[in-house]
């Protein structure tokens, strides 16, 4: 039987997330992250571990089926490869930053400016996009020092804290690109890879629907049951107990994290008590 071939940085800043990911699929890796490629003992798939810049490469020529790694890389190396999947970890942004005294009114600023950046693609295509000339210098990393040693005036690099800029000096001015770690596809897998590549979806969808949701319980008197239901926007509809003490229910339902404080204000205002919130750790939609 086939077995699916996955790219995944061999260490850096995606290594761990991409593994954590995989275990929490319930896939096992039986020999180890030490070693360049591994295999799971209980699902078919086979691991590379590679440099993250090389994984758009490797998929498009099919030497690895599908690959994890940062957006960012994706859109600046232009490969004939498919993004299938944003999968919720390494969020950061690729954005213009300037020296932290000087005044910007607008994107014309970098008119005839000098922009140190290891994305020099993506840069070139937004400057064309705004009719801006400006001279673009390659560098390899440590963006963040290039105006403070005299090498050009401004920067195109990966923010997420901020704190390096911070370091460096420089405010952050125009945000281009919004990244996070992708699932990538070769364009022609087979159809019995494709099969295993959406049972593996089935599974990063279950995690992640649960990483971005909690179960939520909570007892509130009958008489405002109504009103709490119309607050829970739940998966389907809420689930309503009656408690031991009459005149009082129990109510279950899952809500979104990013609408949880919200959520907990409102259910509070309607006389909700005893709220417990809970972890999900898979998520059937
Ligand atoms: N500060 C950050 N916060 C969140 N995500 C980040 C941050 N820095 C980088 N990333 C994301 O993680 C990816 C990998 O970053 P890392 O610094 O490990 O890459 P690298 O130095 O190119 O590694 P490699 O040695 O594999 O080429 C980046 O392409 C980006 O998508
Ligand atoms: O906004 P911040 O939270 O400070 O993150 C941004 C920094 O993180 C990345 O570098 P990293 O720390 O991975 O080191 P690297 O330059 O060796 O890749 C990136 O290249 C920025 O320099
Ligand atoms: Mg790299």
């Known amino acids: 039987m086939s077995k699916l071939k996955l790219a995944l940085q061999k260490s850096g800043r995606l290594s761990e997330k991409s593994l954590k990911l995989l275990e929490e699929c319930g896939i096992k890796i039986s020999?180890?992250?030490?070693?360049?490629?591994?295999?799971?003992?209980?699902?078919?798939?086979?691991?590379?571990?590679?440099?993250?810049?090389?994984?758009?490469?490797?998929?498009?020529?099919?030497?690895?089926?599908?690959?994890?790694?940062?957006?960012?890389?994706?859109?600046?190396?232009?490969?004939?490869?498919?993004?299938?999947?944003?999968?919720?970890?390494?969020?950061?942004?690729?954005?213009?930053?300037?020296p932290k005294e000087e005044g910007y009114s607008g994107i014309q600023y970098f008119e005839n400016k000098k922009i140190a950046t290891s994305y020099p693609e993506i840069l070139s295509n937004?400057?064309?996009?705004?009719?801006?000339?400006?001279?673009?210098?390659?560098?390899?990393?440590?963006?963040?020092?290039?105006?403070?040693?005299?090498?050009?005036d401004a920067i195109f690099d990966i923010i997420s804290t901020g704190s390096t800029l911070l370091t460096n000096g420089l405010k952050e001015v125009e945000i281009v690109v919004e990244s996070e770690a992708v699932l990538v596809s070769n364009n022609d897998l087979s159809d019995d890879k494709q099969e295993i590549l959406k049972k593996l979806l089935f599974r990063i969808n279950a995690v992640k629907a649960a990483s971005e949701s909690k179960y939520i319980l909570l007892n509130a008197p009958n008489e405002n049951v109504e009103k709490i239901i119309n607050i829970l926007p739940g998966m389907k509809s809420p689930t309503i107990l009656p408690l031991a003490e009459s005149g009082w229910s129990s109510i279950h339902s899952v809500i979104k994290e990013d609408q949880f404080w919200e959520v907990i204000e409102k259910l509070k205002n309607e006389g909700a008590q005893g709220i417990l919130v809970l972890e999900i750790e898979k998520m059937i939609l």
Do not use: H, W
């Open 126 to 152: 937004y400057f064309q996009e705004k009719n801006i000339n400006a001279q673009i210098e390659k560098i390899g990393g440590s963006v963040e020092i290039a105006p403070g040693i005299g090498l050009s």
């Open 31 to 98: 020999n180890g992250t030490r070693k360049l490629k591994a295999v799971s003992s209980n699902f078919p798939l086979e691991i590379l571990f590679l440099r993250d810049d090389d994984i758009p490469q490797y998929v498009e020529q099919g030497v690895a089926d599908i690959g994890i790694l940062g957006l960012n890389e994706v859109l600046e190396q232009q490969k004939q490869i498919e993004t299938i999947q944003k999968l919720g970890f390494a969020q950061c942004r690729l954005s213009l930053a300037i």
